[in-house]
């Protein structure tokens, strides 16, 4: 049972992985034995974080604002340059807009749908000959998407493109999941309410407003993250593709 959920000796790239879910997770996989990189936008936090985990294991930071296609083709170059495969790739990072809908203008879909779904295809697309390379049918390759409950259900603020582009996260994921078959396996983690800095304003308000409607009664932990992302990683996860599977308290089943 050890050897099923063992993923020691993988090299994962986990984007917007300097803080929050994203942390968590790189977390998770550094403390595992996987050489984890993290990207982030921040370059100061990118790096604090690696240094951090690198106590644990090996994390490296390579900071990138991953809005542009360009600069996913760079992420993947430098990626390809460090490493000659690729074992995971976490499509974590992500941006999210709140406002009335008076006030809902371009920018404020432009800028979460250039990174919460544009940044997930580019990125994966530049990545697939390291995923490809020694991913197999019976020891597939992974990507990890980041979706969110919200991309479920109707969220409670008004944050229309988060919501939209989420709900693409989901579906792209299952697109993915196609075309890369048998090498690749494409799944995403559709979070709930998590303590971060995306989600703090909202659970310093709504927090226990939010952990009492959940069926499961509190917020997440930074541990149910990382077990998700270890078990869609592991040897136990290598028949499953195209699955959303939503990680907050019981949330989606109240739509």
Known sequence: MEELFDIKGKIALVTGGSRGIGKMIATGYVKSGVKTYISARKADQCNQ????LSQFGECVSIPMDLS???????????????EDHLDILVNNAGATWGAPIEEFDEVAWERVLSINVKGVFHLTKFLIPML???GTKEN????????????????LLETYSYSASKAAVHQLTRHLAKRLAPLVTVNAIAPGPFESK????????????????????R???????A???????????????GVILPVDGGIATLK
Do not use: W
Not at 49 to 52: D, G, I, P
Not at 219 to 225: A, F, L
């Open 227 to 241: 077990g998700t992302a270890i078990f869609l990683a592991s040897e136990a996860a290598s028949y499953i593709t």
């Open 49 to 52: 974080t690696a240094e951090e």
């Open 198 to 217: 995306m989600m703090h304003a909202t659970l310093e308000a709504f927090g226990d407003q939010i952990a009492a409607m959940a069926p499961l009664k």
């Open 68 to 82: 542009s296609e360009e600069n996913c083709r760079n992420l993947a170059k430098i990626i390809g340059d460090k």
């Open 140 to 155: 597939p390759s992974r990507v990890i998407n980041i979706g969110s409950v919200d991309g479920i259900q109707v969220p």
């Open 219 to 225: 917020i997440g932990k930074p541990s149910d993250m």
């Open 132 to 134: 490809t390379k020694t």
